[in-house]
C-alpha cells in the first residue's frame, strides 16, 4: 500500500501562486509515475500533470502548460506542484496520485490508471 497526503492548497488571488506538495509512504518503490489531478464543483475529476520518478519526465494538460510545473524529490519521496499566474477556471479540490503502471504507459493521464490518492486539497482563486 501507498499513502498519500497533500498539503498547500488555500486562497490566492488570480495571478498568484501556489505549491502543491504530496508526502508519500509505504511501498512507494512499487509505483513508476506521480500525478495530479484536479476536481471542480460540478465537473469530473480532470488530470493536470504526471511525473515519473526515474527519469523525471513530465507531462502536462493543454490547460496547465506553461503555468504549472511538477517536480519530484526521490529522496524525500514528494513530488510538487508549483502553480503560476493562476485563473479562476484553476478553483478545484487537487488530487495527488500514485500509480505502479506495470506496463509502462507514457504518460500516465487516465484517472483509471491510478492506484493510489490522496484525500484532496482545496485551492481557491479569487477574481
Known amino acids: 500500500q501507498v499513502q498519500l497526503v497533500e498539503s498547500g492548497g488555500g486562497l490566492v488571488q488570480a495571478g498568484g501562486s501556489l505549491r502543491l506538495s504530496c508526502a508519500a509512504a509505504?511501498?512507494?518503490?512499487?509505483?513508476?509515475?506521480m500525478g495530479w489531478f484536479r476536481q471542480a464543483p460540478g465537473k469530473e475529476r480532470e488530470f493536470v500533470a504526471v511525473?515519473?520518478?526515474?527519469?523525471?519526465?513530465?507531462y502536462y494538460a493543454d490547460s496547465v502548460k506553461g503555468r504549472f510545473t511538477i517536480s519530484r524529490d526521490n529522496a524525500k519521496n514528494t513530488v510538487s506542484l508549483q502553480m503560476n499566474s493562476l485563473k479562476s477556471e484553476d478553483t478545484a479540490v487537487y488530487y495527488c496520485?500514485?500509480?505502479?503502471?506495470?506496463?509502462?504507459?507514457?504518460?500516465?493521464?487516465?484517472?483509471?490508471?491510478?492506484?493510489?490518492w490522496g484525500q484532496g486539497t482545496q485551492v481557491t482563486v479569487s477574481s
Open positions: 509505504g511501498r512507494t518503490f512499487s509505483t513508476n509515475v
Open positions: 511525473i515519473r520518478w526515474t527519469d523525471g519526465d513530465t
Open positions: 496520485a500514485a500509480a505502479r503502471n506495470l506496463n509502462g504507459y507514457w504518460p500516465v493521464a487516465l484517472e483509471g490508471l491510478y492506484d493510489y
